[in-house]
């Protein structure tokens, strides 16, 4: 690979890293760079999963004070949280890569209007959240649904974010600040068991993965540091944008 295309994979991996600790879907950004340098699909998706699980555990760190409040949810959805990525990420290896490259447009245009609906998403959970009484009567419905959330995850995993959000809005009875530190665990533990399955499957391009590492880290310190400088809407509506023309240039190319 080329000192120019090492570069742009980190700069990609910076602004991924940057845009998902300001609003999410840094993967918007780095997932078509990686196919636009010639990466096959499936091996561009792992890699990207593999290089992009350190950068998530910052915003897990600066929300670690409300470990306590979760850890009994989190115990409880853990085991599924991890089967889940591992299913997913089972499912995506045992994908073709002419069978994933015709799901990619669907995918990046799913993932793109999930970040578009975010706020809208937000807000009915705010509203639940505001309304409710007591946890889920049915534990088996939560765990079904973070177990689907978590396939997802380690099958693609854009807009992963936003489907834990609302999942976990929907099942339980708490504040939105507790819930998103909850969100980041499961999103974090869903991530690393599918990158772990990844890194024995002879798919990660591991040059391109520690090159995103460096990348992804250095985008979420600048991201954390300018949080209240930048307004996350803006930049959302970006990422929105570049979302939307990804997936019409992948759909013509179909």
């Given at each position: 690979?080329?000192?120019?295309?090492?570069?742009?994979?980190?700069?990609?991996?910076?602004?991924?890293?940057f845009?998902?600790?300001?609003?999410?879907?840094g993967?918007?950004?780095?997932f078509?760079?990686?196919l636009?340098?010639?990466?096959?699909?499936?091996?561009?998706?792992?890699?990207?999963?593999?290089?992009?699980?350190?950068?998530?555990?910052?915003?897990?760190?600066?929300?670690?004070?409300?470990?306590?409040?979760?850890?009994?949810?989190?115990?409880?959805?853990?085991?599924?949280?991890?089967?889940?990525?591992?299913?997913?990420?089972?499912?995506?290896?045992?994908?073709?890569?002419?069978?994933?490259?015709?799901?990619?447009?669907?995918?990046?245009?799913?993932?793109?209007?999930?970040?578009?609906?975010?706020?809208?998403?937000?807000?009915?959970?705010?509203?639940?959240?505001?309304?409710?009484?007591?946890?889920?009567?049915?534990?088996l419905?939560?765990?079904?649904?973070?177990?689907?959330?978590?396939?997802?995850?380690?099958?693609?995993?854009?807009?992963?974010?936003?489907?834990?959000?609302?999942?976990?809005?929907?099942?339980?009875?708490?504040?939105m600040?507790?819930?998103?530190?909850?969100?980041?665990?499961?999103?974090?533990?869903?991530?690393?068991?599918?990158?772990?399955?990844?890194?024995?499957?002879g798919?990660?391009?591991?040059?391109?993965?520690?090159?995103?590492?460096?990348?992804?880290?250095?985008?979420?310190?600048?991201?954390?540091?300018?949080?209240?400088?930048?307004?996350?809407?803006?930049?959302?509506?970006?990422?929105?944008?570049?979302?939307?023309?990804?997936?019409?240039?992948?759909?013509?190319?179909?």
């Open positions: 690979m080329s000192i120019f295309n090492e570069i742009l994979i980190f700069l990609a991996a910076v602004a991924a890293g845009i998902n600790a300001m609003a999410g879907g993967t918007l950004v780095t078509p760079v990686l636009a340098l010639g990466i096959p699909p499936v091996a561009a998706n792992v890699t990207n999963t593999v290089a992009l699980v350190p950068g998530t555990i910052g915003g897990m760190w600066a929300q670690r004070n409300e470990f306590a409040s979760q850890y009994q949810r989190l115990m409880k959805l853990l085991p599924v949280a991890i089967v889940g990525g591992v299913a997913g990420g089972l499912l995506i290896l045992n994908t073709s890569e002419s069978a994933f490259r015709s799901l990619i447009p669907y995918l990046i245009l799913v993932a793109t209007l999930l970040l578009a609906a975010q706020v809208q998403i937000k807000n009915r959970v705010v509203a639940r959240i505001g309304h409710a009484h007591s946890e889920h009567h049915n534990p419905i939560m765990l079904s649904l973070v177990f689907m959330a978590a396939v997802y995850g380690g099958y693609f995993g854009a807009g992963m974010g936003v489907i834990l959000m609302a999942i976990l809005g929907y099942v339980t009875d708490d504040s600040t507790r819930l998103n530190f909850l969100k980041q665990a499961l999103a974090f533990a869903i991530n690393l068991a599918a990158a772990i399955y990844f890194a024995f499957s798919k990660v391009d591991w040059m391109v993965a520690f090159v995103m590492v460096f990348g992804s880290i250095s985008g979420g310190l600048i991201g954390g540091r300018l949080a209240g400088k930048i307004k996350p809407e803006l930049l959302r509506w970006i990422v929105v944008a570049a979302g939307l023309i990804a997936a019409t240039i992948f759909f013509l190319k179909e």
